[in-house]
């Protein structure tokens, strides 16, 4: 059974007056930690071993020495053989003595189960812990359905292989890397077939995972993903912030188009599928005449997630579309936490978020102000689940 909001509140009693704030130490952990740093908390990341000294070497918060500023924003790392332990019962204790407030990201809810995070992860989370389940493509109520209840365009989907008669992706994860994606194009049933085989027997996808894949038409347009904050703190009409946009960079996708198309031809039969693994993110701006629509989308996108999953959405999420020729967006993918291409800003900030707030305001930054904001309005009740 899920937790109870009532539940989670009652583990704030026993916190300090300055909590830490945490994370899982992949995606979104530097922004996240160097936000919590500005905002004046100190700061946990939890690795998986072996990947620890990026924050716990290169990233440590060290004080001011002679002649020096302080450097980092990690204040402690604690490492575990796999990133899922972390949610032990002793774990979770040990959390809640330290006063951790959780920052969900993609890594959390892609290597801690999600019926884990749901019903047995007793540490307050700020942010959305009942909607991260709709991320997942295979469940029966996702991000797809939330968008089509909120009337937000989205590609239009094949009802399967043998329905192909455009230009489609097909969606799935990674084989191994579950974390990153197994996607493909297509625009028949034979290229379908001919490129699922080969993908097969490289070990790229799995048949299980093919089974259950979306497929669904391609739009043509460049990619743009839209960084949102939304504060339960506000007056409704005030709650919806654009903080920021950006742009993926995929391998080996990116490599190939980067190369003439004689030289695409040459390639092995095993790289002439790309693979859309993100390896990093750009940052973008968008034409002020298309903002009007991408706010109307956000607005949208609340207000069913507060209908839909009550409380709705707390904090950061991501709508990430392509735009038509037209200018029209298309929302082909949702983050219901902190997107994975924030750490472009760190304290730089946001192009729209510095706007709004006239300093450099990233998205690691607006989550610890929050925060901050709720300690001295004593609400932080209702930005944590």
């Given amino acids: 059974m899920p937790l109870g909001p009532d539940e989670i509140r009652g583990l704030l009693d026993s916190y300090p007056d300055r909590p830490w704030v945490g994370a899982v130490g992949s995606h979104s952990a530097l922004d996240i930690a160097d936000g919590a740093r500005q905002e004046g908390f100190s700061t946990l990341v939890l690795s ?42 002793a774990e979770q204790d040990r959390l809640r003595r330290r006063g951790v407030l959780f920052v969900p990201n993609r890594a959390l809810s892609s290597y801690v189960p999600i019926p884990t995070i749901e019903s047995e992860f007793r540490v307050p989370m700020i942010g959305s812990r009942s909607m991260l389940r709709i991320e997942e493509r295979s469940e029966r109520e996702n991000y797809y359905t939330l968008l089509e209840s909120a009337h ?34 297509a625009s028949s049933f034979e290229e379908y077939r001919r490129k699922s085989d080969q993908l097969l027997a490289q070990g790229t996808i799995a048949r299980d995972d093919l089974v259950t894949a979306r497929i669904e038409e391609y ?39 980067r190369l003439p198309a004689a030289q695409q031809l040459e390639l092995p039969d095993e790289m002439r599928i790309p693979e859309y693994t993100v390896v990093g993110h750009g940052s973008l701006t968008v034409r002020e005449s298309v903002l009007e629509e991408v706010f109307r989308l956000g607005e949208k996108f609340v207000d069913a997630s507060r209908s839909r999953y009550p409380p709705g959405i707390i904090g950061p999420f991501c709508l990430q579309t392509c735009i038509d020729r037209n200018a029209k967006p298309t929302v082909f993918d949702v983050a219901v936490r902190i997107g994975g291409g924030t750490n472009i800003h760190l304290a730089l900030g946001h192009p729209y978020g510095n706007a709004l707030y006239h300093e450099p305001m990233s998205t690691g930054r607006r989550i610890a102000r929050e925060i901050r904001l709720a300690l001295e309005t004593r609400r932080l009740r209702e930005i944590i689940t």
Avoid at 157 to 175: N, T, W
């Fill in 152 to 185: 937000i365009p989205i590609p239009r989907p094949i009802g399967g292989p043998h329905s192909i008669d455009r230009l489609v992706m097909v969606k799935l994860p990674h084989a191994i890397r579950r974390l990153e994606r197994g996607f493909f194009t």
């Fill in 219 to 257: 739009v043509l347009g460049p990619v743009f993903n839209f960084n949102f904050f939304f504060s339960p703190l506000a007056p409704r009409a005030e709650g919806l912030e654009l903080l920021g946009v950006d742009e993926r960079r995929e391998s080996n996708l990116d490599g190939m188009v």
């Fill in 48 to 89: 998986e071993r072996g990947r620890e000294e990026t924050y716990s070497r290169y990233f440590a918060a060290r004080p001011a020495a002679p002649g020096r500023s302080a450097r980092g924003c990690v204040n402690e790392v604690w490492t575990y053989p796999r990133f899922r332990d972390l949610a032990a019962a």
